[in-house]
């Protein structure tokens, strides 16, 4: 489901570049006539020649770039990562989950008038209900050091969430985070337990040390 989203998402985007001002500007620099033809050479530009025209062309009319994927995570990639194309894919997305009559009517102009893959009504509906941010993973993927640190402690925060009580738990520790501070700058380790029994008594720690 995840590529058919994102070249639903990628298809619309190309399908409403045509309304940017920057590309009506372009379109009057260039002479251009034929408004998808000029779209396609816009974005073409736009994305320095990441995504060959010919895939482009696929994407814009919504049809499957490989036999393995809807499109590709490269050709994905390529489009979001451009500032642009990606407010205008945020924007979309938004206005999608809002049922946004304007946008909506768009959107389904261009899946009824455009293109004739028939998965984009039924993909169109799961989104309206659906939050996540598809468009947004290849920015992380992008990042690498963004990425490291949410692999880094991905296990920490399912294990937080695993139920309500390690919440709760969690929660109590964060809010003597100072205190653990203390702690772990401390070196008069000869007299730690008196330390740590002071520090229970101060904090109304239960059974924190035996």
């Known amino acids: 489901m995840k590529y058919k989203e994102e070249l639903l998402i990628a298809c619309v985007v190309l399908n409403l570049v045509e309304e940017l001002d920057s590309f009506k500007e372009y379109q009057e620099l ?24 010919k ?20 050709s994905y990639n390529a489009i979001m990562k451009n500032e642009e194309f990606y407010e205008l894919a945020e924007n979309i997305c938004q206005a999608i ?18 293109i004739e893959n028939k998965e984009f009504p039924k993909l169109l509906e799961s989104m309206k209900k659906d939050s996540n941010r ?38 109590q520790v964060a809010n003597r985070l100072d205190t653990f501070k203390i702690a772990d700058n401390y070196k008069d ?7 740590i029994k002071d520090v229970q008594k101060r904090n109304r720690f239960d059974n924190y040390l035996k």
């Open 30 to 53: 260039e002479g251009e006539t034929d408004t998808y033809q000029a779209v396609l050479r816009y974005v073409e530009d736009e994305l320095y020649g990441e995504v060959g025209f």
């Open 55 to 74: 895939t482009l062309e696929k994407i814009y009319f919504g049809m499957p770039t490989s036999t393995t994927a809807y499109i590709s995570q490269k």
């Open 97 to 114: 989950q809002e049922n946004d009559s304007k946008t909506m009517d768009k959107v389904t102009n261009i899946i009824e008038k455009r």
């Open 134 to 171: 598809h468009f947004a993973l290849p920015m992380l993927l992008a990042n690498k050091s963004l990425l490291t640190k949410v692999l880094e402690y991905l296990p920490l925060v399912e294990k937080i969430f695993e139920s309500e009580e390690n919440i709760e738990i969690f929660s």
């Open 189 to 195: 380790w000869d007299n730690i337990e008196s330390f």
